[in-house]
Nanobody, 116 residues
Framework: QVQLVESGGGLVQAGGSLRFSCAAS????????MGWYRRAPGTQRELVAA???????SYADPEKGRFTISRDDAKNTVYLQMNSLQPEDTAVYYC??????????WGQGTQVTVSS
């Protein structure tokens, strides 16, 4: 089992920045990739950014250049730095851990609201 605890998020004006952190515990040796998903009202959950155990990062196209995912293995923590936030970034953001081939573990979700 893997437990994920998120922190960060909140309310910010357009153009502002926020930073998330996600601390993993439990069977962390089984995690191959960590990532951040989000779900905006009326939409499906979508992958925003991910980082592999080896440190390879990937981003959804709209987030490239604005969001940065990073990891601190000593703290078993993954971060998401979000810059130049826009109202369309308003969503609930979830930390996720991939074990084998599936995203099987999820954080509690954190609301981000970007006001125009």
């Amino acid at each position: 089992q893997v437990q994920l605890v998120e922190s960060g998020g909140g309310l910010v004006q357009a153009g502002g920045s926020l930073r998330f952190s996600c601390a993993a515990s439990g069977s962390i040796f089984s995690i191959t990739t960590m990532g951040w998903y989000r779900r905006a009202p009326g939409t499906q959950r979508e992958l925003v950014a991910a980082v592999t155990r080896g440190g390879v990062t990937s981003y959804a196209d709209p987030e490239k250049g604005r969001f940065t995912i990073s990891r601190d293995d000593a703290k078993n923590t993954v971060y998401l730095q979000m810059n130049s936030l826009q109202p369309e970034d308003t969503a609930v953001y979830y930390c996720a851990a991939r074990v084998s081939t599936s995203w099987g573990y999820w954080g509690q979700g954190t609301q981000v609201t970007v006001s125009s």
